[in-house]
């Protein structure tokens, strides 16, 4: 897979802070060792977040759904679960993965270094920062604040301190990995963390009487496919988003349907040795981030004129250094397709989003 585009100043500098600071770790991943990506677009390389919620549920419908299968005929999913977001950036930007399940920051990211697609809207939630109950943000002035270093969770952290009047120097970061935020939090190791779930409810469900979400940051996450996909092959794309409508409809119909694809999830976070959680909690997360969705999520189109979300995001990442200053909003606007999710809601029956068949073994 080629990147394609525009000049190489304005996507460089990303390029070396992205892939110098994450390749090592993904290629040393002992899962991440053992996948094999395609070589033509006929090979669709699927690369989504299996330690979010609720983007391993979803993930893992559409891992299991035959009629994807049917309907990309001579085409081939390739299905590589990845442990967290900088990872599907690095291996986008390195040509591995067609296809990803992202937060919106991720997303400015991708669209700021490569020519990419949003295809549909497949979830609302909120990054988080949770502390101590009754404690604010600007309270947070010298205390041990636990951050992924990157992505939306970090992004989630700056918004808060810059509406608290405060800067990354105020605070003393800890960087560590997410899955070990709530264990580091409960045990006294750091002052509060930011985050997406499933970890702030790690700690909230079980110990709401002393901790609390002390702020929140919404950002919609997104099917996300290289351009280069897209033009080489539509088709194939236009099924992957029809089996995410699919897979949408098919947990909404039904709480049995929701329970069981969160046993899925459950059991592919733990192989990433993600936080443990109860299918129980894995519902709640999914219901309350996806499932108030419409029935087949939709797109809007972010405006700068409009100050939408993403716009506001976008401005932010910029003045923050976390895009490079040539990045072009004009980069993030024309990367949303509306053609995808309206060729295949046209067309309910012929993409059969309607119809489900999620029973095929998993290798």
Not at 127 to 140: M, N, T
Request: hydrophobic letters at 45%; glycine letters at 6%; proline letters at 5%.
């Amino acid at each position: 897979m080629t990147i394609l585009g525009r000049s190489i100043s304005g996507r460089f500098l990303l390029l070396v802070l992205v892939l110098g600071a994450v390749r090592a770790g993904a290629e040393d991943s002992p899962y991440y060792a053992k996948y094999k990506y395609g070589s033509s677009a006929a090979e669709i390389d699927f690369g989504p977040v299996i330690t979010a919620v609720p983007n391993a549920v979803v993930a893992e419908v559409i891992r299991r759904d035959r009629i994807l299968r049917e309907g990309l005929g001579r085409n081939t999913l390739r299905y590589h679960p990845l442990d967290k977001g900088p990872d599907a950036v690095a291996l986008m930007l390195d040509g591995k993965l067609d296809a990803t399940l992202q937060s919106d920051i991720t997303m400015l990211e991708l669209a700021a270094a490569m020519e990419i697609t949003n295809v549909a809207l497949f979830k609302e939630n909120f990054g988080v920062v949770v502390a101590r109950k009754g404690q604010a943000i600007a309270e947070l002035r010298g205390k041990r604040v636990g951050t992924p270093g990157g992505g939306a969770g970090h992004f989630t952290l700056l918004q808060a301190l810059d509406q608290a009047g405060l800067r990354d120097a105020d605070i003393v970061p800890v960087r560590m990995e997410v899955r070990d935020m709530p264990a580091a939090l409960l045990a006294g190791r750091i002052d509060a963390f930011s985050a997406f779930e499933p970890a702030p409810s790690t700690v909230l469900l079980k110990h709401g009487d002393r901790y609390a979400a002390i702020y929140r940051h919404r950002s919609p996450g997104y099917l996300i496919v290289t351009r280069k996909i897209r033009k080489e092959n539509p088709e194939a794309v236009t099924q992957l988003a029809a089996a995410l409508a699919r897979a949408v409809n098919w947990l909404r119909r039904d709480r049995n349907n929701l329970q069981r694809a969160s046993e899925w999830a459950a059991q592919a976070i733990a192989t990433f040795k993600g936080p443990q959680l109860t299918v129980k909690e894995i519902m709640q997360m999914t219901r309350s981030s996806l499932l108030e969705l419409r029935e087949v999520p939709q797109m809007a189109r972010p405006d700068a004129e409009s100050n939408s979300l993403i716009a506001r995001n976008f401005r932010f990442l910029k003045e923050h250094g976390r895009l490079p200053a040539s990045a072009e909003w004009n980069s993030v606007h024309q990367s949303f397709d509306f053609g995808v999710m309206s060729e295949v809601l046209s067309n309910r029956k012929r993409y059969r989003i309607d119809t489900f068949d999620y029973e095929m073994p998993v290798d």
